[in-house]
């Protein structure tokens, strides 16, 4: 730790002597420029177009087809994900929702991205320190040192639209500060119209999805994301409802002055140490991952009956393993409320989907809005589909393994006309509920965690879930 007032550290090391307000200068800031920020993301289809011309001289000079597109593969994860990190935003949001996906491709395949999607999570370039003094002193005041006993310039952790400082409070509490990065929301909104812009592509893909509305409710909720207000409001609703719990540690917010969160530090084991020894498949590693597992499915489940919000960013660099055991939990800017409607919607749909027989389904599936009016309906399709989810949800446990997602993801993502996902639609409405349940599979899938679903649903959902056991299905 550094004293405060005036020492920070220079990049050599070396401590340097600081003015009390040190300007805002640019160093380590995204770029924010749309310009900028475009050229960056388009450069990345051209380099991959490059590297695969290349790759033919290559393989002239006699280098194996599997040698050269591995070496393709590999540089261009790295640079994907290095471009991800940098212009951080919806862009960096983005690379942390290809947990998911990573399991709809071979695992040869997935492997380089896995790694850098690894690196993209647990860093990123650092804001000066000159640059986090200038956004402190605009945000807190001239004398926020004073609100410090001491402040650490060093090691900052990233964040997709800031970054986060150990410090130690002036009641002597250590304490995380959350600094935005200047220009981060303007940069943010410039990528929301981006995402608005390529909305008829992904029409294209999706022909039944009212893309527009579930576009723009994407783009609301992540305008929320850049409220620290917000985001202080949201973790001290799940503190308060966690307060004491023997599986759960929520740190309590200290403060917030504008772009500046202030909350308590949290010391712990991050999750992408159990991720990377997934592939022990058994002892006290595979024991500890599905106690892990079960905790952060808990907490998913649980939030919204315990604190009245969804936790809208499970990733693992959200996730610490304490040393006690507890799961620490941090990040709270993307939360929200149950969508309105959606409960009765589950217990309305909940019949049908347990039975699985066409006819129940695909009224359940009109009614509540997951297909339009009018339009056809491969519902045997949809049944085949579905039995086999449904099954290893009801069963006793399921084991998240990347070739059971892999296959069900696979199903779901296939781009052919002929895939039935195309024909469905989803209620703008349930962005939130979609985008906790995706990044939940990632995380779990990526921890290889077997999990008492069944038992959960039960305990979370009484009202809705009475899942039954296997004697209890339909038989053919």
């Known amino acids: 730790m550094v004293r405060r007032a005036d020492i920070s550290q220079g990049a050599d090391g070396r401590l340097l002597r600081l003015p009390e307000q040190a300007p805002v200068d640019g160093g380590g800031v995204p770029p924010t420029g749309k310009l900028v920020r475009g050229a960056k993301l388009a450069g990345v289809p051209v380099a991959y177009a ?18 050269v597109d591995r070496e393709i593969r590999s540089r261009t994860a ?17 690379g942390q929702l290809l947990a998911v996906y990573e399991f709809v491709l071979p695992d040869e395949v997935a492997a380089p991205y896995r790694e850098a999607l690894g690196r993209l999570q647990d860093s990123a370039p650092a804001m000066l320190p000159a640059t986090v003094h200038g956004v402190l002193t605009t945000h807190i005041g001239a004398d926020w040192r004073s609100r410090f006993l001491e402040f650490d310039d060093r090691r900052p952790a990233a ?13 002597g509490r250590p304490v995380a500060v959350k600094v935005m990065y200047p220009g981060a929301r303007q940069a943010i909104y410039d990528d929301l119209q981006a995402l608005r812009r390529v909305g008829p592509l992904f029409s294209a893909l999706l022909p039944g999805a009212d893309t527009a509305a579930v576009i723009e409710a994407l783009c609301s909720y992540i305008r929320e994301e850049l409220d620290y207000s917000i985001e202080a409001a949201q973790q001290r609703a799940f503190a308060d409802a966690y307060a004491d719990d023997p599986d759960f540690v929520v740190p309590r917010v200290v403060a917030q002055y504008g772009d500046v969160l202030i909350t308590e530090w949290l010391d712990g084991i991050s999750l992408s140490r159990l991720i990377a020894q997934s592939s022990v498949v058994d002892g006290p590693l595979r024991h500890e ?6 905790l952060i499915l808990r907490f998913l489940l649980s939030g919204p009956a315990r604190a009245g ?30 969508p309105p409607g959606f409960l009765d919607m589950a217990k309305d749909f909940y019949p049908a989907l347990i039975a699985c027989t066409p006819v129940e389904l695909e009224a359940a599936i009109r009614r509540n809005g997951y297909v339009q009016p009018g339009r056809e309906l491969d519902i ?6 579905l039995v086999p989810i449904r099954d290893a949800v009801i069963a006793p446990t399921l084991a998240l393994t990347p070739d059971w997602l892999r296959t069900h993801l696979r199903a779901a993502t296939d781009l052919r006309v002929t895939n039935v996902v195309r024909q469905l639609t989803m209620p703008s409405q349930h962005t939130p509920v979609a985008r906790t349940s995706l990044a939940g599979l990632g995380i779990l899938g990526q921890l290889r965690a077997e999990l008492p679903l069944r038992d959960e649903f039960i305990r979370w959902f009484p009202d809705i879930v009475g899942l039954p056991g296997p004697d209890d299905l339909p038989r053919e």
């Open 159 to 171: 964040a997709s639209v800031g970054q986060v400082h150990r410090a130690v409070w002036h009641d």
């Open 309 to 338: 919000l969804l936790y809208g960013d499970p990733h693992p660099g959200n996730f610490r393993v304490m040393p006690d055991g507890r799961l620490g939990v941090v990040d709270f800017g993307a939360c929200a409320p149950w």
């Open 380 to 385: 045997d399709t949809v049944v085949a589909r």
């Open 289 to 294: 991952r599905d106690r892990v597992g079960l």
């Open 50 to 67: 490059g590297r695969r011309m290349a790759g033919v001289g290559k393989r002239a000079l006699g280098r194996s087809v599997a040698e």
């Open 78 to 94: 790295q640079h994907m994900f290095r471009v991800l990190g940098e212009l951080k935003g919806c862009v960096a949001k983005l």
